[in-house]
């Protein structure tokens, strides 16, 4: 049995570990988050991104484990790697994530390009669990795509806007989800919005309008314009069109250094909530002129500038 504590943790150790050395470095770093050797590879992974990160996000019950189950069989079909994090709401006796290894979601153990890992949500109210960025950044330097799909999430839950490339928001024929997109400011959040369940016909057509309507009173991202479709899962209609628009925001990303810039103020965003969160006011103080120079690891800073005010406040 391989001792996971004294694994050499890089990069290249986990591209030729396989999914069982990713799998293990993954429990390392829920278990020991900060330890030199999990901050290295991080720091390593951080610099060195390889695909596009997605999310998947809508309110419960929108069919967000169906629809990503469809997202991986039509980019593994186009021969891409992909590594998913499902972030599930959390047992209340064990703390773990309630559906452990997704079931829902159809994963082929002997497929080397796919990957799939389970995260509880905990007490997070973002939609996100606690390590999902570092995960991310970590599968990221190793897949093509990488997919979270969060909670179900409401009127406040949008944490994965700020830490994915793509946001894709699922809306259900029929259920007004399309009335609390517009009223929640949840416009704001998606580059790509999705009515779920193509397949019901005039409902989804209905949803689709309203939708759209919803979108013409948002503001546009930097010249890009929210895209907004209908998907059926089930019968594939229209996912061709749904890997496609996820293509071309990328592509848009990738011009005029729009990606490079999205990703380094993410990294500065998480840096300084992650502080606001563990220190409260201390944290807030110490993030408010904290900035991120170009090729330092935000997970590095993290716990520098943690173990400072750790220290500072007599907390150790």
């Given at each position: 049995?391989?001792?996971?504590?004294?694994?050499?943790?890089?990069?290249?150790?986990?591209?030729?570990?396989?999914?069982?050395?990713?799998?293990?470095?993954?429990?390392?770093?829920?278990?020991?988050?900060?330890?030199?050797?999990?901050l290295?590879?991080?720091?390593?992974?951080?610099?060195?991104?390889?695909?596009?990160?997605?999310?998947?996000?809508?309110?419960p019950?929108?069919?967000?484990?169906?629809?990503?189950?469809?997202?991986?069989?039509?980019?593994?079909?186009?021969?891409?790697?992909?590594?998913?994090?499902?972030?599930?709401?959390?047992?209340?006796?064990?703390?773990?994530?309630?559906?452990?290894?997704?079931?829902?979601?159809?994963?082929?153990?002997?497929?080397?390009?796919?990957?799939?890992?389970?995260?509880?949500?905990?007490?997070?109210?973002?939609?996100?669990?606690?390590?999902?960025?570092?995960?991310?950044?970590l599968?990221?330097?190793?897949?093509?795509?990488?997919?979270?799909?969060t909670?179900?999430?409401?009127?406040?839950?949008?944490?994965?806007?700020?830490?994915?490339?793509?946001?894709?928001?699922?809306?259900?024929?029929?259920?007004?989800?399309?009335?609390?997109?517009?009223?929640?400011?949840?416009?704001?959040?998606?580059?790509?919005?999705?009515?779920?369940?193509?397949?019901?016909?005039?409902?989804?057509?209905?949803?689709?309008?309203?939708?759209?309507?919803?979108?013409g009173?948002?503001?546009?991202?930097?010249?890009?314009?929210?895209?907004?479709?209908?998907v059926?899962?089930?019968?594939?209609?229209?996912?061709?069109?749904?890997?496609?628009?996820?293509?071309?925001?990328?592509?848009?990303?990738?011009?005029?250094?729009?990606?490079?810039?999205?990703?380094?103020?993410?990294?500065?965003?998480?840096?300084?909530?992650?502080?606001?969160?563990?220190?409260?006011?201390?944290?807030?103080?110490?993030?408010?002129?904290?900035?991120l120079?170009?090729?330092?690891?935000?997970?590095?800073?993290?716990?520098?500038?943690?173990?400072?005010?750790?220290?500072?406040?007599?907390?150790?």
């Amino acid at each position: 049995m391989i001792d996971a504590t004294r694994e050499t943790l890089t990069l290249a150790t986990l591209a030729s570990g396989g999914k069982p050395a990713l799998a293990r470095a993954l429990a390392r770093l829920e278990r020991s988050p900060e330890s030199p050797d999990v901050l290295a590879l991080l720091a390593e992974a951080e610099v060195a991104p390889r695909g596009q990160t997605v999310g998947l996000t809508g309110p419960p019950g929108v069919g967000k484990s169906t629809l990503t189950g469809a997202v991986i069989g039509a980019c593994r079909a186009a021969g891409n790697s992909v590594g998913v994090i499902a972030v599930d709401p959390s047992s209340r006796r064990s703390g773990g994530a309630l559906l452990g290894d997704r079931v829902r979601l159809a994963s082929k153990a002997d497929d080397a390009g796919l990957f799939i890992r389970s995260m509880a949500a905990r007490d997070r109210l973002g939609g996100l669990a606690d390590q999902t960025v570092a995960a991310m950044v970590l599968m990221r330097a190793l897949f093509d795509r990488v997919l979270i799909e969060t909670v179900g999430v409401g009127q406040s839950e949008t944490d994965v806007a700020g830490v994915v490339d793509t946001v894709v928001f699922c809306v259900q024929p029929g259920s007004g989800d399309s009335l609390q997109f517009m009223k929640a400011g949840i416009v704001e959040i998606p580059h790509v919005a999705v009515v779920t369940k193509a397949d019901v016909g005039a409902a989804a057509r209905r949803a689709l309008s309203d939708l759209r309507g919803a979108l013409g009173l948002s503001e546009t991202e930097d010249g890009w314009s929210v895209e907004a479709l209908a998907v059926s899962a089930e019968t594939r209609q229209g996912l061709p069109d749904l890997v496609a628009a996820l293509e071309r925001h990328y592509t848009w990303l990738e011009q005029n250094g729009r990606l490079e810039a999205r990703r380094h103020a993410q990294a500065e965003g998480w840096l300084a909530n992650s502080l606001r969160e563990r220190f409260g006011t201390a944290g807030l103080e110490a993030a408010s002129d904290l900035t991120l120079p170009p090729g330092v690891s935000s997970f590095t800073r993290l716990a520098e500038v943690g173990r400072s005010l750790t220290k500072r406040l007599g907390l150790s």
